[in-house]
């Protein structure tokens, strides 16, 4: 007889792992069996709660997404300043949280994933217009026009640096990464300010 409330725990645990195992290999070829060993079940478990691995890998996709999108939601609490907001924004992109390693190779896996795979190519689509829209949003009242483009380079930039990160060609931090991406918001905006 199953314990009732289990499945959400249980859930949860598939996913932890999928994403602590993707890390692991830096590939989405890991097997359910490796994944549900990792959550401390049986594959046969695993299949039940989602019925096949690209399911799984989408599950994981989701809940990296939710939490970055919290991650953010709660930086911008508060915050007035159009500038803050945009550095706030860049802040939860190479959080603690957001920039582990097994994150990382997470998000470039599901890059791939997306090529694809439509539902997967379909949260990465939501993931980018919500970072364009916050960051345009900000962007517009401080540098008018050039707004959409700079928002799409500051994307670039945090893409860049997240497959540089995934390769492991540098050992990047977060608080490195945010300086850097900060340097070019900060160079954008003051453009608007020469005469």
């Not at 957001?98 to 890059?111: C, I, K, S, T």
């Not at 490195?176 to 991406?181: D, M, Q």
Request: overall charge positive; aromatic content about 6%; glycine content about 6%.
């Amino acid at each position: 007889m199953p314990k009732i409330g289990m499945e959400p725990i249980r859930r949860r645990a598939l996913v932890d792992a999928a994403i602590a195992e993707i890390g692991r290999t830096g590939t989405l070829d890991v097997t359910v069996s490796q994944i549900a060993r990792k959550a401390g079940m049986s594959s046969a478990l695993a299949h039940h709660y989602f019925g096949s691995k690209d399911q799984m890998f989408l599950s994981a996709m989701r809940a990296v997404l939710n939490s970055f999108g919290t991650e953010v939601c709660s930086s911008l609490r508060g915050l007035a300043g159009h500038k803050e907001r945009i550095l706030a924004v860049i802040g939860a992109c190479f959080s603690e949280q957001n920039f582990r390693p097994e994150v990382v190779a997470a998000w470039l896996n599901f890059y791939v994933l997306a090529q694809t795979s439509p539902e997967a190519r379909r949260l990465l689509t939501v993931y980018y217009r919500r970072l364009n829209s916050n960051l345009v949003h900000d962007l517009r009242p401080l540098i008018g026009t050039r707004a959409p483009g700079t928002a799409r380079a500051i994307a670039a930039l945090i893409d860049g640096l997240y497959i540089r990160q995934a390769l492991r060609e540098e050992n990047l931090t977060g608080a490195a990464s945010v300086a850097l991406v900060s340097s070019y918001v900060e160079s954008a905006l003051s453009q608007e300010a020469r005469p």
